[in-house]
């Protein structure tokens, strides 16, 4: 089979919104030449049409593409998915669980790949925006129960002093291929990400509860992100969560 044809089939049924047409043809490929020749196609697919196939997992079958994307291939896509605006994050959830946590996958791998690229921080911290309060916790007493309320989170210089301590609670505790094992192994396995991605989360958070735009938020965050004086009341600790608005960029349907 021509791969360049094979693409650009791909691409103009992913255009036309058939997604499961689109996934069908790289199968046959697959089926007709091998992984490697998939291989070699997914190489050569926008990271837009990668994610366009991914993020449509469905838990009772396996996709071909899912169990042979690489994890540079797939924190390409990553980065990208939030020009979906998915504001309940659930299509980036079931992605990245179905694929991070794969039988053959090395999650670190995953993982690293996406904190490699620009955007991965924030790509993750929309993966945890549903558990702030949790992760909150985690990265205050190593427990993912949730703490009393007080208003004040940890500062950044805090949580590097902590990085590199000895686990509260061990990986088989919490081994669910979900955000509880996902959290720990960046904050045991990848501190620097860990606490990178909640210095964006929040100052999502703190663009929740201000009113602001994301990227205003982050940049405040950045000139002072020790002021440790982000309101968490309405957090999964109570009702609400710190989604924020998505940014203006044209989205990727």
């Known amino acids: 089979m021509n791969h360049l044809a094979l693409i650009e089939k791909t691409q103009t049924l992913i255009a036309a919104g058939d997604i499961v047409g689109a996934e069908s043809a ?26 366009a196939v991914m993020r449509e997992y469905d838990n009772s079958r396996e996709s071909v593409v899912s169990l042979l994307v690489t994890p540079e291939q797939f924190a390409r896509a990553v980065v990208i998915e939030k020009q979906y605006k998915d504001l309940t ?37 929309d993966y945890f925006t549903e558990k702030w309060g949790r992760i909150e916790a985690f990265a205050f007493t190593g427990s993912f129960d949730a703490m009393r ?8 210089a ?22 509880m094992e996902l959290a720990w192994l960046l904050r045991y396995q990848n501190p ?20 602001l735009e ?21 957090t999964d600790r ?10 203006d960029e044209e989205s990727a349907i």
């Open 26 to 51: 790289l199968v046959e490929l697959a089926d007709a030449e091998g992984d490697s020749a998939l291989m070699v196609v997914l190489d050569l697919l926008p990271a837009k049409d990668i994610l």
């Open 89 to 125: 994050r659930s299509h980036l959830r079931g992605m990245m669980n179905a694929i991070i946590f794969r039988e053959d996958a090395d999650p670190l791998a995953f993982l690293n790949a996406i904190g490699d690229l620009e955007g991965g921080s924030e790509a993750l911290a």
């Open 149 to 156: 309320d007080t208003g004040e989170l940890v500062s950044r």
């Open 158 to 179: 805090e949580l590097q002093a902590r990085a590199y301590e000895r686990p509260t609670v061990e990986q088989d505790e919490i081994a669910d291929r979900d955000w």
């Open 192 to 211: 620097d990400l860990f606490i990178e991605m909640l210095t964006v989360l929040r100052a999502k958070a703190r663009a929740h509860h201000a009113g």
């Open 214 to 234: 994301e990227d205003e938020a982050l940049d405040e965050e950045g000139e002072d992100e020790d002021d440790g004086k982000v309101e968490t009341g309405d």
């Open 238 to 247: 109570g009702k609400a969560t710190p989604a924020a608005r998505e940014s």
